[in-house]
């Protein structure tokens, strides 16, 4: 049992613009803390897309790089995309490209299904693609 | 400069080492070291680092209420309310599945483009092909 960070879920953790979403998120870290839904992991393409959405936030780019991905390495274990889940997300991608997702959420989806995650998102073009969301 | 660390390792996994090496040995023809062994795994592991992480997959994280208070205190307000499918829009310049072509920015790139190709001489492109006559 795991769980896959998605740069929407990292997003909504730590922007409260959004209340409802926010609490949604905040709600579902707590769980994940408690090792409720077991390990926590992600991959550096989704810490990629965080850092560089962080640099466009304007005044908030400071905050958002300092929050996106936490600061504590205990809670989320970021691997590497390796040549195998890069082949399977660009075959997945290249096969699906209607569904307009990206190389990152294609890495997102193989990343949960090799370690048989959930996927935390509020894309809910990515969620289709995975085999199973949260919140 | 060599570092000279000793590990301990349960017979289990002495025997899979004895294995890879006799393995090795054999296949390769020639004499593999423990130590080499050793490192071509670390390099292995490396490169392979999802699959690694399967490993120990399992391991949910346990934080403890300090840890999650000081994730959670670095919420920030944003001016802006993105939805989770805009996101990619602001980290691409293109919306999510959208047609990147019809985005202003690049309309602009095209208008640019035409102007420059209306702008250039059409003398390099004849001696493009007298070249190619040459050749």
């Avoid at chain 1, 979403?21 to 579902?28: D, E, M, N, S």
């Avoid at chain 1, 560089?52 to 691997?79: L, Y």
């Avoid at chain 2, 392979?48 to 000081?70: C, G, I, M, W």
């Amino acid at each position: 049992m795991a769980v896959v960070l998605d740069t929407s879920f990292v997003y909504d953790l730590h922007v409260t613009r959004n209340a409802d979403r926010h609490a949604r998120a905040v709600g579902l870290f707590r769980d994940i803390a408690a090792g409720r839904h077991g390990a926590c992991i992600s991959n550096d393409y989704v810490y990629a897309e965080c850092n560089a959405f962080a640099t466009r936030m304007g005044p908030s780019r400071v905050a958002a790089i300092d929050a996106f991905f936490f600061g504590e390495p205990a809670v989320v274990r970021v691997a590497r995309v390796d040549h195998r889940m890069f082949s399977e997300a660009r075959r997945r991608m290249l096969a699906e490209a209607e569904r307009g997702l990206t190389l990152t959420d294609w890495a997102i989806v193989v990343q949960s299904q090799r370690h048989k995650a959930r996927v935390a998102t509020f894309d809910g073009a990515l969620g289709r693609a995975a085999a199973g969301v949260l919140p | 400069m060599a570092a000279d660390t000793s590990v301990k390792v349960s017979p289990e996994t002495k025997r899979g080492l004895d294995e890879l090496q006799a393995f090795l040995t054999r296949e390769s023809g020639q004499k593999v070291t423990l130590q080499a062994l050793q490192a071509a795994l670390v390099d292995l592991g490396r490169e392979e680092q999802d699959r690694l992480l399967a490993a120990f997959a399992d391991r949910a994280p346990a934080l403890s209420k300090a840890q999650v208070d000081r994730v959670l205190s670095r919420s920030f307000d944003f001016p802006l309310d993105v939805a989770p499918e805009e996101l990619d829009d602001l980290v691409y310049g293109f919306p999510h599945g959208g047609d990147a072509a019809a985005t202003p920015g690049a309309r602009r790139l095209a208008a640019r483009l035409r102007k420059s190709r209306a702008a250039r001489p059409a003398a390099p492109r004849q001696g493009r092909r007298k070249r190619r006559r040459g050749t």
